[in-house]
């Protein structure tokens, strides 16, 4: 089992920066994957970006692309989510997830909040 806790969120302007953090704990020698998921106000949750632990290997939403840059600290145990040109519309509850293998991921975070105001 993976202990998740999201951490970096909070209220910035347009075209501001902010970077998330997501540090696990338990067994992480066990993770294979990790990922940032995102719900807007009123809206589903969504696929943000995610990052295969070893080797590493990431995947964005086209949304996010050239903005986010995901990246991770083995030795931390700790992922992280650089939003640079941030929009109100990345305004959302940010989640990270952990997996132990390919599929749905088996781990979730409290979530942190980002607003993003115009």
């Known amino acids: 089992q993976v202990q998740l806790v999201e951490s970096g969120g909070g209220l910035v302007q347009a075209g501001d920066s902010l970077r998330l953090s997501c540090a696990a704990s338990g067994r992480t020698s066990m993770i294979y994957r990790m990922g940032w998921f995102r719900q807007p106000p009123g809206k589903e949750r969504e696929f943000v970006a995610a990052?295969?632990?070893?080797?590493?290997?990431?995947r964005y939403a086209d949304s996010v692309k050239g903005r986010f840059t995901i990246s991770r600290d083995i030795a931390k145990s700790t992922m992280y989510l650089q939003m640079d040109s941030l929009k109100p519309d990345d305004t959302a509850v940010y989640y990270c997830a952990a997996s132990f293998q390919k599929g749905e991921y088996e781990y979730w975070g409290e979530g942190t909040q980002v607003t993003v105001s115009s």
């Open positions: 990052i295969l632990w070893r080797p590493v290997n990431t």
